[in-house]
């Protein structure tokens, strides 16, 4: 599942096959958790609550 930021359309929020959120923007990008703790990346800041909804989404 992926989805824009809906203040920042330019940022991709991105739930990868470990759990974790991976943002990208333009041609830089950043790893979190589902919290919006950084784990990795160019990218050092994210919005905690996006993080959180896209991690927390049910598999249909």
């Given at each position: 599942?992926?989805?824009t930021h809906p203040f920042d359309t330019?940022?991709?929020y991105?739930?990868?096959?470990?759990?974790n959120v991976r943002l990208s923007?333009?041609?830089k990008a950043g790893i979190f958790t589902g919290e919006g703790?950084?784990?990795s990346g160019?990218?050092?800041?994210a919005d905690p609550?996006?993080?959180n909804w896209i991690?927390?989404?049910p598999n249909p």
């Open positions: 599942m992926s989805m330019d940022t991709t991105e739930l990868l096959d470990d759990g923007c333009g041609d703790i950084y784990v160019d990218i050092r800041s609550q996006v993080c991690n927390n989404v």
